[in-house]
Structure formats: C-alpha cells, structure tokens
C-alpha cells in the first residue's frame, strides 16, 4: 500500500517555465489537497478537491492549476514559474472530510525557480 | 486565519515535559496536531473535535477548550525522537465534511538533547 505518491522529488526551474508536479493516492480517498510550505510560515493551502471533477482554491491559488479526473490522482501545474514559487509542496488526501482523523501526506516535492 | 502557535521554539533535556499551545481568533470546529521532522512529511499526532472526541497518538496528549478556541499540545517525559517542529491545524467550519482543509500555523521548534 503506497499511500500518497508525489513526483518529482526535486526540480529546478528555470523563470517562465512550467511544470507539473503529479500527486497519486491509492487508499480510494475523495478529498485530496494541495499545500506548499515556506521556511518558518507553516502550510498554506494552493487547491483542493471533494472528488473526481471537483476542485476549488484554498489561499494561495495564483500561479498554479489543478484537476481531478479522477479520483486517484490530483495534479498541480505551474504556469510561468516565479522565484515566489521555490518552496516544498505536499499533496495530502482523507476520506470524509477533515474531521474524520488523519491526513495523509506525501513526501513532498521540492521545487527551486531560478 | 493562521493559528498562533506558541512558543516558537524549546529546548529540552531527555525526560523533561515541554506544552505547545495553538490559539485562534475565529470559532473551531477541530484542532489537529502534527509533527515534521526535517526534509520529511508531516506525521499526524491528534485531532480534538469539538464535544470532547480525541483521536491520536496514545503517548501523546492535547485540550481543546471550546470557549477559548486554544488548544494545547503536553509532551510528558520526552525523548529524543520527539525532535522536531510541531504543527497545529485549525478547522474553521464545518460544511459537509470538512471540505476546504486546515489552516496551519507556524510551527513550534522542539529540540530534546540527550
């Protein structure tokens, strides 16, 4: 049971390029997030997802998209990278909303734009 | 709104009790605890709903006063490998399931030395 996957581990961008980091659980959960995490400010939250075709902003939505097509997979893409967006971003996913326990997360991907 | 987690960091000898508080100015209706250690995932601690619930962690204890919106996180005895930063997770609705994530503070540093 691998949980949540996340590729790539680690990526360098170059200032206007875009990317796609790829997010994968296999526990059949249907909420799935997306956080980044910044030295000493926490988790923000980028996007989130009820379900397969469902998705909404969380606080830090500019300069990233997402879809869910379907309910195994979550992927964030990066349109015109910006240095603001070098930090660790980590997909993370539950079953049955927030309330019912643990969210699980994935190792995390660490992204640098140069 | 972030949680405001205090203190920002503690350093502790091995065996020595450490408390982390999380505090929030709008009405909760969870609170959840994780640990990070560095260049990994989060690792899920506690949830604290509101009414009283726990789930988590069986050495590990926390409060959640309701009135108050705090909660705070006790460490009794600690050992080295609870090193690391501490999160708390605020759920500031409930709308179905919890859909929209948590809101997570800054973190509190531990450190336990041998």
């Known amino acids: 049971n691998a949980g949540v996957t996340q590729t790539p581990k680690f990526r360098i961008l170059k200032i206007g390029q875009s990317m796609t980091l790829q997010c994968t659980q296999d526990m059949n959960h249907n909420y799935m997030y997306w956080y980044r995490q910044d030295p000493g400010m926490g988790l923000k939250l980028i996007y989130y997802s009820v379900g397969a075709g469902i998705t909404d902003k969380g606080e830090v939505p500019n300069g990233y998209n997402v879809s869910r097509s379907t309910t195994e997979d979550f992927p964030l893409r990066l349109e015109l990278a910006a240095p603001s967006q070098t930090s660790v971003y980590f997909c993370?996913?539950?079953?049955?909303?927030?309330?019912?326990?643990?969210?699980?997360f994935g190792e995390g991907s660490r992204l640098t734009v140069l | 709104q972030q949680p405001v987690q205090s203190p920002q960091a503690v350093i502790l000898r091995e065996g020595e009790d450490a408390v982390i508080n999380c505090s929030s100015s709008?009405?909760?209706?969870?609170v959840h605890w994780y640990r990070q250690k560095h260049g990994e995932a989060p690792v899920f601690l506690m949830i604290l709903l509101k009414g009283g619930e726990q789930k988590g962690h069986d050495k590990i204890s926390a409060s959640f006063n309701e009135k108050k919106q705090q909660s705070s996180l006790y460490l009794t005895a600690s050992q080295l490998s609870y090193s690391g930063t501490y999160f708390c997770g605020t759920e500031q609705k409930y709308s179905g399931g919890g859909a929209d994530g948590l809101t997570f503070g800054k973190g509190t540093h531990l450190i336990i030395q041998p």
């Open positions: 709008k009405a909760l209706y969870s």
């Open positions: 993370a996913s539950i079953n049955g909303g927030i309330g019912a326990g643990e969210l699980f």
